[in-house]
Nanobody, 115 residues
C-alpha cells in the first residue's frame, strides 16, 4: 500500500517554477507532519521543508525564499512550490511523513532544470 504519492516533477527551464504534490492517506495526513526532501545525483538526501498537522512550516536555511510548502486538508495533499528554478535544483524530490502513525516515504518525483 502506498501511503504517499508524489506528482508534478518534470523538465523545467531555469528561472521557471513548478508545483509538486504529495497525496497522503487520510490518517497519515491528519496526524503526521509532512515534508519534502530532495536528493541530487551523487549527493545525500537533504531536507527542503516540513509542515505540521497544524500548518506550522519549517525550511532548511538554504531553501528559504524560493520554496513554499503548503497543505490542503480537504485533499489530504501537501504541495511544494518552487520559484526561480536553478540547474542545481535538479534532484529527485521525495515526500515524507513522520509522526505517531509511523514514518513513510513516497517513491520520489524527478525534477530536472535545464540551463
Amino acid at each position: 500500500q502506498r501511503h504517499l504519492v508524489e506528482s508534478g516533477g518534470g523538465l523545467v527551464q531555469a528561472g521557471g517554477s513548478l508545483r509538486l504534490s504529495c497525496a497522503a492517506s487520510p490518517i497519515i495526513f491528519s496526524i503526521n507532519a509532512m515534508g519534502w526532501f530532495r536528493q541530487a545525483p551523487g549527493k545525500q538526501r537533504e531536507l527542503v521543508a516540513t509542515i505540521t498537522s497544524r500548518g506550522r512550516t519549517k525550511y532548511a536555511d538554504s531553501m528559504k525564499g524560493r520554496f513554499t510548502i503548503s497543505r490542503d486538508t480537504a485533499k489530504n495533499t501537501v504541495y511544494l512550490h518552487v520559484n526561480s528554478l536553478k540547474p542545481e535544483d535538479t534532484a529527485v524530490y521525495y515526500c515524507n511523513s513522520d509522526g505517531l502513525s509511523g514514518s513513510y516515504w513516497g517513491q520520489g518525483t524527478q525534477v530536472t532544470v535545464s540551463s
